[in-house]
């Protein structure tokens, strides 16, 4: 059973703090990883991906992998109360194209 | 260019219904997923197809679902007979093959069977 695991929340930060979500996978061979937001009531929206080990930066997002531990972070800089949402780990199992697993979701609020 | 676009946004319906869900995948996606999102269980594969193939429907929770994409523009999920448990957001999703494995989703379909 291919899983992702997700701590459910909430995460509260204060604005203009880091907020940092985690995620773990079953599979160690696992290919690719994905982050989306769903705010409340709308469809998941792709924040970024991550294919290598180590850290990939776009804006005050940062992707953080860790193949050896199975884990994968999405860190927040300067969190803003526009930021707050459930955030959704994936993870694609298999190379090529077969489907995502998600997690069941982060729900992080920033508090003003 | 236009997103994966759903009907209908909203559904209630009674127990015993019929109910068909319908998506439309981003032009040129050649890959259409239907997950199921509830709060017990998060989002799950429900189906997904390939080319209008279906590859894998092993998410289908029964009988009483089924999907169809008898074009590469056009895909139904039907639910006959419907039951309150299958209550929850149903999202249609599309991928190109060529571009990684970036999936978008619709809008989604939140039915209510009561």
């Known amino acids: 059973q291919k899983e992702v695991e997700q701590n459910s929340g909430p995460l509260s930060v204060p604005e203009g703090a880091i907020a940092s979500l985690n995620c773990t996978y079953s599979?160690?061979?696992?290919?690719?990883f994905f982050w989306y937001r769903q705010y409340s009531g709308k469809s998941p929206e792709l924040i970024m991906s991550?294919?290598?080990?180590g850290d990939k930066e776009d804006g005050r997002f940062t992707a953080q992998l860790n193949k050896a531990s199975q884990y994968v972070s999405l860190l927040i800089r300067d969190s803003q109360p526009s930021d707050s949402a459930t955030y959704l780990c994936?993870?694609?199992?298999?190379?090529?194209?077969?489907?995502?697993?998600f997690g069941k979701g982060t729900r992080l609020s920033v508090i003003a | 260019d236009a997103g994966v676009i759903q009907s209908p946004r909203h559904e209630v319906t009674e127990m015993g219904q019929e109910v068909t869900l319908r998506c439309k995948p981003i032009?040129?996606?050649?890959?259409l997923f239907w997950y199921r999102q509830t709060m017990m269980r998060g989002l799950e594969l429900l189906i997904y197809?390939?080319?209008?193939?279906?590859?894998?429907d092993s998410g289908m929770p029964e009988d009483r679902f089924s999907a169809k994409m008898p074009n590469a523009s056009f895909s139904t999920l039907k639910i006959q007979p419907s039951e309150p448990r299958d209550s929850a957001v149903y999202f249609c999703?599309?991928?190109?093959?060529?571009?990684?494995?970036?999936?978008?989703f619709g809008e989604g379909s939140w039915l209510t069977v009561v």
């Open positions: 032009s040129g996606h050649d890959y």
């Open positions: 599979d160690r061979g696992s290919q690719s």
């Open positions: 999703a599309s991928r190109s093959g060529y571009m990684g494995n970036t999936i978008y």
């Open positions: 991550i294919y290598s080990n």
């Open positions: 994936a993870v694609n199992y298999e190379a090529g194209n077969t489907p995502l697993v």
């Open positions: 197809f390939n080319n209008n193939v279906p590859i894998d």
